[in-house]
């Protein structure tokens, strides 16, 4: 059963880049399954900083297949404007394979969404502003228009004509804009089609074949599970399902086919947006959270909220996804603290949690029940394995591990590959 599932635990920004890029190694695919270019990977590898959005990091691999799952949004603009990028690096993008069923983010959403945002006013959710909710939503409308539909001029401008109508009423009549225009975007995304056609393919058959041929699949997934449509802080959320059992819904593959469920797992907590976030610190701990960490979004840039690791949510990540094991990440962020911190537990309305809160609004008042423990002072990047690291580290690890209920199968301690070191 060669597939496995990578994913993130907490808000994202988890550090999936690096562990998709470590695990990388010994896979023959790589497929994203879910959003769009709302997320950022930074990757670094043989001393170049890349940052990605929408391409899976294996692309950076010479025997790997990169595939866009039919449950990823594209933005084709975007997406040729990345693979230029990584062309110009001298890295071989004709390994890219993007599902014909994958719904295109249209002008329209980027517009859309601006708009919306701006109009939710102090109850706006944060959005990254790539599309991303519009486009899922008219998948969910089925009036989308999907990638194939650009192979087929006739009928991609009457489904284009159709929706505009629509979106230009919108536009026009209810935020005062200017409507947008059908001729000017066919004639955008013919030649933007033209660029994309080698490159798309029924990427569900092409996965089957090589789990038929015994070929290693890794399916990963962007944002993270509390992000997840359905089971993170709605509405503080992004409009696709990060969580593992999407994994399959997305690249057209069963269950049986998948043995490990890779959490990736930051040794802290980060946000970007607004919603809940009981363990966030606002004062002196999350401002070096912050620049200790570099937390600042890959792809907006914005300032990341901080905060001490929550065994809570890790559980509730362990228990949705089916977690085999944990991946944990920029654990020398956290050296030079005298002490750390672990969130064990919620208090609300005089009650106790050690589970998710079941009602979104207990969740809102979650106050975090902590447990303390010894830091480490020394810079800890160098360690050359995971017996390298100072105890407090390890017992810091092990510890993490207990209260999730999931083993640690790696420890990363810094941007480079080199620098993610095995556990037992
Ligand atoms: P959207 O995905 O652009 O619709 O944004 C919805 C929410 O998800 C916002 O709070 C974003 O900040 C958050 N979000 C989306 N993508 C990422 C990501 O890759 N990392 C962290 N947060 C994200």
Same mark, same amino acid.
């Given at each position: 059963?060669?597939?496995?599932?990578?994913?993130?635990?907490?808000?994202?920004?988890?550090?999936?880049?690096?562990?998709?890029?470590?695990?990388?190694?010994?896979?023959?695919?790589?497929?994203?399954?879910?959003?769009?270019?709302?997320?950022?990977?930074?990757?670094?590898?043989?001393?170049?900083?890349?940052?990605?959005?929408?391409?899976?990091?294996?692309?950076?691999?010479?025997?790997?297949?990169?595939?866009?799952?039919?449950?990823?949004?594209?933005?084709?603009?975007?997406?040729?404007?990345?693979?230029?990028?990584?062309?110009?690096?001298?890295?071989?993008?004709?390994?890219?394979?993007?599902?014909?069923?994958?719904?295109?983010?249209?002008?329209?959403?980027?517009?859309?969404?601006?708009?919306?945002?701006?109009?939710?006013?102090?109850?706006?959710?944060?959005?990254?502003?790539?599309?991303?909710?519009?486009?899922?939503?008219?998948?969910?409308?089925?009036?989308?228009?999907?990638?194939?539909?650009?192979?087929?001029?006739?009928?991609?401008?009457?489904?284009?004509?159709?929706?505009?109508?629509?979106?230009?009423?919108?536009?026009?009549?209810?935020?005062?804009?200017?409507?947008?225009?059908?001729?000017?975007?066919?004639?955008?995304?013919? /030649?933007?089609? %033209?660029?994309? *056609?080698?490159?798309?393919?029924? $990427? #569900?058959?092409?996965?089957?074949?090589? =789990?038929? @041929?015994?070929?290693?699949?890794?399916?990963?997934?962007?944002?993270?599970?509390?992000?997840?449509?359905?089971?993170?802080?709605?509405?503080?959320?992004?409009?696709?399902?990060?969580?593992?059992?999407?994994?399959?819904?997305?690249?057209?593959?069963?269950?049986?086919?998948?043995?490990?469920?890779?959490?990736?797992?930051?040794?802290?907590?980060?946000?970007?947006?607004?919603?809940?976030?009981?363990?966030?610190?606002?004062?002196?701990?999350?401002?070096?959270?912050?620049?200790?960490?570099?937390?600042?979004?890959?792809?907006?840039?914005?300032?990341?909220?901080?905060?001490?690791?929550?065994?809570?949510?890790?559980?509730?990540?362990?228990?949705?996804?089916?977690?085999?094991?944990?991946?944990?990440?920029?654990? /020398?962020?956290? %050296?030079?603290? *005298?002490?750390?911190?672990?969130? $064990? #537990?919620?208090?609300?309305?005089?009650? =106790?949690? @050690?589970?998710?809160?079941?009602?979104?609004?207990?969740?809102?008042?979650?106050?975090?029940?902590?447990?303390?423990?010894?830091?480490?002072?020394?810079?800890?990047?160098?360690?050359?394995?995971?017996?390298?690291?100072?105890?407090?580290?390890?017992?810091?690890?092990?510890?993490?591990?207990?209260?999730?209920?999931?083993?640690?199968?790696?420890?990363?301690?810094?941007?480079?590959?080199?620098?993610?070191?095995?556990?037992?």
């Amino acid at each position: 059963m060669p597939a496995s599932i990578v994913l993130g635990t907490q808000w994202g920004d988890e550090g999936k880049g690096k562990a998709v890029d470590y695990l990388a190694d010994r896979m023959d695919f790589v497929v994203r399954y879910q959003g769009g270019n709302n997320a950022g990977h930074t990757v670094i590898a043989e001393g170049r900083l890349l940052k990605l959005q929408l391409i899976p990091s294996g692309i950076l691999y010479d025997h790997i297949t990169s595939v866009i799952a039919g449950g990823v949004v594209v933005d084709p603009r975007h997406l040729i404007k990345e693979m230029n990028e990584l062309r110009a690096l001298g890295v071989d993008v004709s390994r890219l394979v993007v599902s014909g069923n994958a719904h295109l983010i249209m002008p329209y959403h980027l517009e859309l969404e601006k708009v919306t945002e701006r109009f939710l006013g102090k109850n706006a959710l944060g959005t990254t502003k790539r599309g991303i909710g519009p486009a899922y939503g008219d998948k969910a409308a089925r009036i989308g228009l999907r990638v194939q539909d650009l192979f087929d001029a006739k009928i991609f401008r009457e489904k284009l004509d159709v929706v505009l109508r629509e979106k230009n009423l919108i536009l026009t009549k209810i935020y005062n804009r200017l409507p947008l225009d059908a001729d000017r975007i066919v004639e955008e995304y013919v /030649d933007l089609a %033209s660029q994309l *056609e080698p490159h798309v393919a029924d $990427t #569900g058959a092409l996965l089957y074949r090589g =789990l038929q @041929d015994g070929k290693h699949v890794m399916l990963e997934g962007a944002q993270g599970t509390l992000l997840d449509l359905d089971h993170g802080t709605y509405p503080f959320v992004t409009s696709s399902t990060p969580v593992a059992g999407y994994a399959l819904a997305s690249a057209g593959i069963g269950p049986r086919e998948v043995d490990r469920v890779i959490g990736i797992v930051k040794a802290y907590v980060t946000r970007v947006g607004a919603g809940p976030f009981p363990t966030e610190d606002v004062d002196e701990t999350g401002e070096r959270l912050g620049v200790r960490g570099n937390e600042f979004g890959t792809v907006t840039g914005r300032k990341r909220r901080c905060g001490w690791f929550d065994a809570v949510l890790g559980r509730y990540a362990a228990r949705l996804n089916g977690l085999t094991e944990l991946f944990v990440t920029k654990l /020398d962020v956290l %050296s030079g603290f *005298e002490r750390v911190r672990i969130c $064990t #537990g919620y208090r609300a309305d005089g009650a =106790l949690y @050690d589970d998710f809160p079941p009602h979104q609004s207990l969740f809102h008042k979650a106050e975090p029940v902590y447990e303390e423990l010894d830091g480490w002072m020394e810079e800890i990047d160098e360690a050359t394995s995971f017996e390298d690291l100072p105890k407090e580290a390890r017992t810091y690890v092990h510890r993490l591990e207990e209260l999730v209920g999931v083993p640690v199968s790696v420890v990363s301690i810094g941007p480079a590959r080199q620098q993610s070191l095995p556990v037992g």
